[in-house]
């Protein structure tokens, strides 16, 4: 079993378009993020949730919305994407400070979305 | 503003040779410095990690080095070997989880 999940894998759409993106993931971690990979590789946080509550949230375009139905899923909705929307967007699940007050953060596959 | 520098942007070794990829970071508070590894069309993941009251840490053939009075520290790779061809991100956190990651490193081992 995939430890963490995203769908779409890809997701091609016009500009002006809403979109989501699903994340779930199975360890039982208590904290999930969002970060976006552009063009250059650079990865950048977005958002990260712990216990559904945020607690970290980045300078992001307010057409971004994430929401944590639970500890489980984390998911990204996209309003009235853009061109310099294009980028991969990946989820990640960690435990917050375990017990060694380590971030070990597991990442999923990513969702590579192209905004035409 | 780039808290985390990391060089170079690209790195050719031969097989059996060793790779040395650089980082240095700003913020003092930072207190977990983590490398992963990305393969092409796969997430990052966890190579190795560091905290600041050692100066090195070793995991088979990966090294890190670490040198808090100057803010660097660096990722060895020894005996390098065309499956370590990736793409290398160091990342620093502090105590509340938030990782910044450096701009990462394409290496390429040739055969």
């Known amino acids: 079993d995939t430890a963490v999940s995203q769908t779409p894998k890809y997701l091609v759409t016009q500009m002006g378009n809403d979109k989501s993106i699903k994340c779930e993931q199975n360890?039982?971690?208590?904290?999930m993020y969002w970060y976006k990979q552009d063009s250059k590789k650079f990865l950048k946080i977005m958002f990260s949730?712990?216990?559904?509550?945020?607690?970290i949230n980045e300078t992001v375009p307010n057409r971004f919305s994430p929401k944590s139905p639970d500890k489980a899923h984390l998911n990204l909705h996209i309003n009235s994407l853009e061109l310099g929307d294009s980028a991969v967007y990946f989820c990640?699940?960690?435990?917050?400070?375990?017990?060694?007050?380590?971030?070990?953060?597991?990442f999923g596959a990513g969702t590579r979305l192209s905004v035409l | 503003q780039q808290q985390v520098k990391q060089s170079p942007q690209s790195l050719i070794v031969q097989k059996g040779g060793i790779s040395i990829i650089n980082c240095a970071y700003e913020?003092?508070?930072?207190?977990?410095f983590p490398w992963y590894q990305q393969f092409p069309g796969k997430g990052p993941a966890l190579l190795i990690a560091?905290?600041?009251?050692?100066s090195e840490k070793k995991e088979g053939r990966f090294t890190i080095s670490f040198n808090k009075s100057a803010k660097q520290f660096s990722l060895h790779i020894m005996d390098s070997q065309p499956g370590d061809s990736a793409t290398y991100f160091c990342?620093?956190?502090?105590?509340?989880?938030?990782?910044?990651f450096g701009q990462g490193t394409i290496l390429t081992v040739h055969p």
């Open positions: 990342a620093a956190s502090t105590s509340y989880g938030k990782l910044t």
């Open positions: 990640a699940s960690s435990l917050h400070l375990d017990r060694d007050r380590l971030n070990i953060q597991y």
């Open positions: 913020n003092t508070a930072f207190d977990y």
């Open positions: 360890l039982g971690h208590d904290t």
């Open positions: 560091i905290r600041p009251d050692v």
């Open positions: 949730y712990n216990n559904k509550e945020l607690i």
